[in-house]
């Protein structure tokens, strides 16, 4: 049964509402003047209480790796010591990234595993920042970004954090964790289409990027500052997604930060609940939950089913699901819980994933996954 | 008489037609897989020709700015002599731009003015690489990019072509120019909102490419062919934009080049000659026409009318037209005639301006400006 209505339960891209898409295709209007300059403004500060930060945010048309590079290039220099904590794919990204600028130091952790904190301490020694992913996508883990900063702090260390898939699903508290460059892509939690990424900085770290030469043109973090006190990008902007990262930026304060997180929560206990209750283990096998990421979640790919059957099945239905990346093609799926998604769509997507297992033979008998899911949403 | 019907006659963003609007409002889709790949497919396969070329184009999320980094900082290293032809804003970004990457040998010529052949032939020696400005938006010039890339071959160096406001609206032949790196923009000449620019690349550049090593992370063009031979792009892309572009491409198509050409050209003609009809100085004053944009008519402010008396002017009747740039601001405004506009919103904008030029005195009687923007189109 093949459908038109497909649902993305990857992480990111996902489904936005439609009023976001309507938003979005709006006539075109001018990029400099009083319109524009009024959008980039709520904008601007409707992100500001979701990293957590009463600091610049500035938002640049280009995706969540250009926030990245972003948020490396502008502080940090080719001498400058720069430990990458790194314990999945996006936390390796930010090393890759890294070698172009500054002098990398890789600290490694087994993808899916917690970060050690006590081995950041011992790595941190004459680090002159520290990059780590706030919610590792590509394992479902949720790292201990308070913890890490502090440690750094105590060095000097400039905190960069990836907060792509956390900021607008989970808390983040910039200020008070003491975080200094932090970054968020639209497509994630924030319910918007991709095309846009924003990038946090604190007073510290401008202090910093004034003295840095080797940050890309399109990137440079000081332009975009210096054209905001204007109501302007430097560059001529993504007007349409600035549109929908508006009507974003309203949706968000309707529902409130408190019930966003909640939901995301919620949702993500649910998936892992309804797995356990299925019989698939979940990926990174660590307690307690609240170090699970509540936007993604990873789990092992069940025997007597594949990756492509698994996950073609499940779109045949219209629900899309993601696969491991890199290292863990084939071992693992993922399901995300970001954005403006609703119960309904969680549960039938959970339901249709025990269709195709029934199918399959992984099981015998579909609900109990759903039960489960069931319960924790009206627990 | 405030309009909520806004028509933007700058020269980029453009207003886009309603069923583009239509395409990139569709649901998300995931950026992995057989969907997506055949949009991106079609839309590289759609802006070879307007490239003029059947060499690789790389799509990139990400305004023109970015496009103009990646056509540069992939192509030179630091100890490379990068000849930079400016005559306008954009060619003295591209120099800007060409500082962090290369060595940079700056050939100024007056905003507005022509390019001097001569001047290059005698810049020429021990240059790796020149930029050029196809499109001289700043100043509303086309520059004589295939005299030039004949000058620069002979003595080996690679030709980078900003076309950001020329690709889709005017004729450009890369490979029998001898172009080696081109570069445009979605908001201008091909019609869609701005957020994606391409960059098309000659065999000899990619081999250039595999030894320079400065490239931005994110701009990085050989992941970009890596990817595109799999369907897809390094990085998530900007979906909803991949699907208006997409829409533009098979607009474009219908139209035909040569059709979409003469159109650019005539509207231009027609603003020219309206111009001249209403005693209104073309802002460079060279001859011949050929040397004109096709794609963006620059006129001096004239007598009695402040820059903003007549943008405000225009504006409040919905026709938006832009200021000078830089060095030119207040003393120059320029009329675009990009994308798929038509001939009544062109003759609208015609007369609205003679409506805001008589109401403040400049001219004694409307009438002559649209009279002969008329006789081009229906010539």
């Known amino acids: 049964m093949k459908t038109n209505d497909p649902y993305l339960m990857i992480p990111g891209p996902v489904t936005v509402l439609p009023r976001v898409l309507k938003a979005m295709s709006q006539p075109l209007i ?136 956390s900021v607008g699903g989970e808390y983040v508290e910039m200020d008070k964790w003491g975080v200094d460059v932090a970054v968020v892509g639209s497509q994630k939690c924030l319910g918007c289409p991709p095309g846009l990424c924003a990038v946090a900085v604190s007073e510290r770290a401008w202090d910093k990027a004034k003295e840095v030469k080797n940050t890309p043109y399109y990137c440079d973090l000081l332009e975009y500052k210096k054209a905001l006190e204007k109501g302007q990008t430097p560059y001529t902007p993504a007007v349409s997604l600035f549109l929908a990262l508006r009507e974003c930026v309203r949706i968000i304060n309707e529902e409130g930060i408190d019930a966003r997180v909640e939901r995301h929560r919620r949702a993500s206990t649910a998936v892992r609940e309804a797995a356990c209750a299925l019989g698939i283990e979940l990926f990174p ?31 045949e239905y219209g629900v899309y699901v993601a696969g491991g990346q890199g290292r863990l093609k084939g071992k693992i799926f993922r399901m995300g819980t970001m954005g403006d998604f609703n119960f309904r769509n969680l549960l039938g997507a959970i339901s249709i994933l025990e269709g195709v297992l029934v199918s399959h033979g992984v099981i015998d008998k579909p609900g109990a996954g759903v039960g489960a899911a069931v319960e924790v949403l009206f627990g």
């Open 30 to 165: 001018p990029h400099r003047g009083k319109e524009f300059e009024e959008i980039l403004n709520e904008c601007v500060e409707g992100l500001k209480p979701l990293f957590g930060t009463g600091e610049d945010v500035l938002i640049l048309s280009g995706t969540g790796t250009l926030g990245m590079e972003a948020s490396i290039s502008n502080f940090v220099s080719e001498e400058d010591v720069v430990l990458n904590i790194v314990n999945g794919k996006f936390g390796e990204r930010f090393y890759e990234i890294t070698k172009k600028y500054a002098t990398p130091r890789l600290l490694e952790f087994e993808w899916g595993n917690s970060v050690d904190i006590e081995k950041v301490e011992e790595g941190i020694e004459g680090v002159n920042a520290i990059t780590i992913v706030h919610n590792e996508t590509s394992t479902g883990i949720l790292n201990p970004v308070k913890e890490i900063a502090k440690i750094a702090h105590k060095e000097g260390a400039l905190v960069i954090m990836d907060g792509i898939t």
């Open 285 to 315: 096998e660590i307690v307690p939950p609240s170090k699970y990421s509540p936007t993604v979640t990873a789990m092992r790919m069940p025997n007597g089913i594949t990756d492509s059957e698994l996950r073609n099945g499940m779109k």
